[in-house]
């Protein structure tokens, strides 16, 4: 009998994204299959070898990997030890169906700045509550990906839209208790949601979710040192719970919510 697979999978909250799935695999290969979405993988130990489209194909550690929908692959470990992933399992509309035939010809991307982007959504998508950072980060790997096939990357962007990010900084002022998805504030300015995050980066020096962040713990800053009950706080300040609201808070402060609000009744 093999050893039990250690696997983690949910479904964020996030716009484009279907699936997250983490697993390390001592002995388990994948038999032919096809998933209904775009397939992004990236590998964190051991190598994984795989058939798409009558090809081989191996996904060491330093590569990412994009696998188009309704192509049959498979997937195997090519050393004793197994592997660990972690899969991003992308709706269809997130990448262009005409570029489906690119993805069979070169799945595998050699590209070390895309694979960190992918660690770093990974790593926000555990946190639940981080959303916009989540969805903007998102925005910038498919923008990349993208790229990749269609012999684009490298092609200089365009030039930075002042304007398109000063109308985005006062969409979140209006909205940041209740938040704003990437998607709603591209709607509104008419702008695709990469470039949105690019400008809005440029001209202020820090992405959309890192402003909002700091607008709501701006005012949790007052309603606390006002005497409001940090668990109140939060929801009021639009955290998504307790722990969401003290992992930003201390982070940008230096110190607890509780702590924070001592001081302050310790000066009247």
């Known amino acids: 009998m093999g050893a039990r697979p250690d696997i983690t999978a949910w479904r964020p ?33 051991g190598v994984v070898r795989y058939d798409l489209d009558r090809h081989e194909h191996g996904a060491p550690s330093s590569v990412v990997t994009l696998l188009p929908p309704h192509v049959p692959h498979n ?19 997130q990448i262009d169906a005409d570029l489906v035939g690119r993805a069979v010809d070169r799945p595998v ?15 926000t998508l555990e946190r ?32 930075s839209d002042r304007r398109v990010a000063h109308e985005l900084r006062d969409l979140l ?4 208790v209740e938040g704003l998805t990437l998607r709603e504030a591209a709607e509104r300015l008419h702008c695709h949601h990469a470039h949105l995050v690019r ?11 890192q402003y909002l962040t700091g607008r709501r713990v701006d005012l949790s800053r007052r309603l606390l040192l006002g005497g409001m009950r940090a668990p109140d706080v939060a929801a009021a300040a639009g955290f998504y719970d307790q722990s969401h609201f003290s992992r930003h808070f201390k982070r940008v402060v230096g110190t607890s919510p509780g702590h924070y609000a001592r001081t302050g009744a310790a000066a009247l």
């Open 199 to 209: 400008t809005f980066s440029r001209e202020f020096g820090m992405a959309p979710h």
């Open 109 to 123: 991307l050699d590209d070390p700045p895309l694979r960190h982007r992918v660690h770093q959504l990974h790593r």
């Open 128 to 159: 639940p509550g981080d959303e916009l950072e989540a969805q903007s980060r998102l925005a910038l790997v498919r923008e990349r990906l993208a790229a990749h096939l269609r012999d684009e990357l490298g092609v200089r962007p365009r030039k």
């Open 173 to 176: 002022d209006q909205h940041f």
């Open 13 to 45: 909250r996030v716009e484009g994204i279907d699936e997250v799935f983490h697993a390390h695999f001592a002995d388990h290969s994948y038999p032919m299959h096809t998933h209904d979405a775009w397939t992004l993988l990236i590998v964190d130990e």
């Open 75 to 93: 997937g195997g470990a090519v050393t004793p030890a197994g592997f660990r992933k972690r899969v991003l399992y992308l709706d269809t509309g």
